[in-house]
């Protein structure tokens, strides 16, 4: 359980630093370029969805370690585990879609329910961020 503990911690906190480091860039460097204000605020859209989707290979990453070397649970059925179906996992939780066809046993339990966490802060915080920008590079476009 300490292993499952330890790399929750560590994943919350590389995929908030990662989150962060890419809104940070994207409003530092965004501003001044000389683009289309629509073409901005697509490009806060694509780059947001690009960290999300490193963020869930991450959570997809520690799952399958955890699986494989950690002996901790099982990801669906055992003999069936493979890095895509922790992929296919990882993003169903990080939404929060959880169909429910692959069910975490054992302590993996826990990372699901951090990661789901996680994703509905980070989520959180991109639409957050995305409606800024919204209102940023299209204030002018409005009038």
């Known amino acids: 359980?300490?292993?499952v503990i330890?790399?929750?911690?560590?994943l919350v906190v590389v995929t908030t630093v990662i989150h962060y480091e890419v809104l940070s860039a994207l409003a530092s460097k965004l501003p001044p370029l000389r683009v289309e204000s629509r073409a901005k605020v697509l490009v806060?859209?694509?780059v947001v969805i690009a960290a999300h989707l490193v963020e869930i290979a991450l959570y997809a990453l520690g799952f399958?370690?955890?699986v494989q070397f950690a002996d901790v649970g099982t990801l669906g059925e055992p003999g069936r585990f493979s890095f895509a179906n922790?992929?296919?996992?990882?993003s169903e939780t990080y939404t929060s879609v959880g169909y429910g066809?692959?069910?975490p046993v054992g302590h993996l339990r826990l990372m699901a329910g951090i990661?789901?966490?996680?994703?509905?802060?980070?989520?959180?915080?991109?639409?957050?961020?995305?409606?800024?920008?919204?209102?940023?590079?299209w204030g002018g476009e409005a009038k």
């Open 1 to 3: 359980m300490l292993i």
């Open 6 to 10: 330890t790399v929750c911690l560590f």
């Open 44 to 46: 806060v859209v694509l």
């Open 64 to 66: 399958y370690a955890l």
């Open 86 to 90: 922790a992929v296919y996992f990882s």
């Open 101 to 103: 066809d692959v069910v």
């Open 115 to 137: 990661e789901a966490l996680n994703g509905l802060v980070l989520i959180g915080w991109s639409a957050s961020y995305t409606f800024i920008a919204m209102q940023q590079f």
